[in-house]
T-cell receptor
């Protein structure tokens, strides 16, 4: 079956620093990657959609300069949380299309 | 804009009992998905429903779709403790895999 690898699974960083999260499709080419955010005990909210080789499309209310998304190849998309603050602490999950497979998620804690 | 509502938000039920989780959506949805999420984990795909009247079953879980009523249900038969988790429905439209999630139902099965 389709596998999407997401790293790291957990990260703790200091306020003001940047964190990069990687999402790799291991056995298929992901033309599109979706990035979701899930706050504790809440649902998943789409942050952005990225297509290989083009700029990401961000959902309303998501700061594109804060959440940098790169989709430079058909198997790798990255989300960088820049100048992280405690309110960015959340569970971040990617999914890859066309197989609609979710990564294992990244628990980000900003202290 | 697609909106997805789920109820109940919380469900506590005894082992051996039956219950149904409801998922209503606001506009035409190409597909309706059901996922399971265990605490601290990513999403596990349960069902994808593509057409009106679709019914799928796996073990003690059965999902159905009524596109005219814009309603999907997830029925649990003779619940067992292992089914304790949060269940999400999600819809997509316009032929892409950008998902709009419901609020989730936190299911607790009591021995």
């Amino acid at each position: 079956g389709a596998v999407v690898s997401q790293h790291p699974s957990r990260v703790i960083c200091k306020s003001g620093t940047s964190v990069k999260i990687e999402c790799r499709s291991l056995d298929f080419q992901a033309t599109t990657m979706f990035w979701y955010r899930q706050f504790p005990k809440q649902s998943l909210m789409l942050m952005a959609t990225s297509n290989e080789g083009s700029k990401a499309t961000y959902e309303q209310g998501v700061e594109k300069d804060k959440f940098l998304i790169n989709h430079a190849s058909l198997t790798l998309s990255t989300l960088t949380v820049t100048s992280a603050h405690p309110e960015d602490s959340s569970f971040y999950i990617c999914s890859a299309s066309p197989r609609l497979t979710f990564g294992s998620g990244t628990r980000l804690t900003v202290v | 804009e697609l909106k997805v509502e789920q109820n109940p938000l919380f469900l506590s039920m005894q082992e051996g009992k039956n219950y149904t989780i409801y998922c209503n959506y606001s506009t035409t949805s190409d597909r309706l998905y059901w996922y399971r999420q265990d605490p601290g984990k990513s999403l596990e795909s349960l069902f994808v429903l593509l057409s009106n009247g679709a019914v799928k079953q796996e073990g003690r879980l059965m999902a159905s779709l009524d596109t005219k009523a814009r309603l999907s249900t997830l029925h649990i038969t003779a619940a067992v403790h292992d089914l304790s988790a949060t269940y999400f429905c999600a819809g997509s439209n316009f032929g892409n895999e950008k998902l709009t999630f419901g609020t989730g139902t936190r299911l607790t099965i009591i021995p």
